[in-house]
């Protein structure tokens, strides 16, 4: 089990492939998608059980994905885990889910949008299979995350998507 999974809440694999995708990318790669962030998150969710999880997301300093509050967000995000897991999966926007009441927010609201593509990317590559899984060789490939998916995965959201990915901060 991933250092950032959290039993019994729907969004925790949308967490451990960010923790992925990110240990995956070589330094240069990381500086650079966190140049382009530059933020950190901190998502609070509540399951359908009333349990509660935290996460932060260090898109600002380190590229990393953490359980628990750690640092000093630059935005604190707090939704239920369905709504968080629709907005991984692109079935809602956080400025859609904003609207209707179904997301808060405290501190910079522009890194919503970012962190929107950045689980796209990361909902995308969590659908491969675990180098030498079992699922892997049934395809017979290579599968699994690396960096090159990831860094080119990411830059053609950008390319997609410039006002989501680029909206000034």
Known sequence: ???????GFQSSPVFVALERA???LTDA?????????????EI??????????????????????????????????T???ETFVDIANG?????KAFQTGKLNTRGNIALVNKLDSVLKVCVALSCRPERGSEEE????????????????????VNAIDPLRINDAV
Do not use: C
Request: hydrophobic content about 40%.
């Open 44 to 77: 609070h969710l509540t399951n359908s059980r009333r349990q509660a999880a935290i996460w932060t997301i260090d898109l600002k300093s380190t590229g990393t994905v953490l359980k628990g509050s750690f640092r000093t967000a630059d935005v604190v995000i």
């Open 91 to 95: 079935r809602v926007s956080p400025l």
């Open 137 to 156: 060789s049934d395809r017979g490939h290579a599968g699994g995350v690396n960096a090159a998916d990831v860094y080119l995965i990411i830059h053609v």
């Open 79 to 81: 939704t239920s885990d």
């Open 22 to 24: 990110l240990e995956s």
């Open 29 to 41: 790669q990381r500086a650079a998608e966190i140049s382009q962030i530059g933020g950190i998150y």
């Open 1 to 7: 089990m991933s250092s950032v999974a959290v039993a």
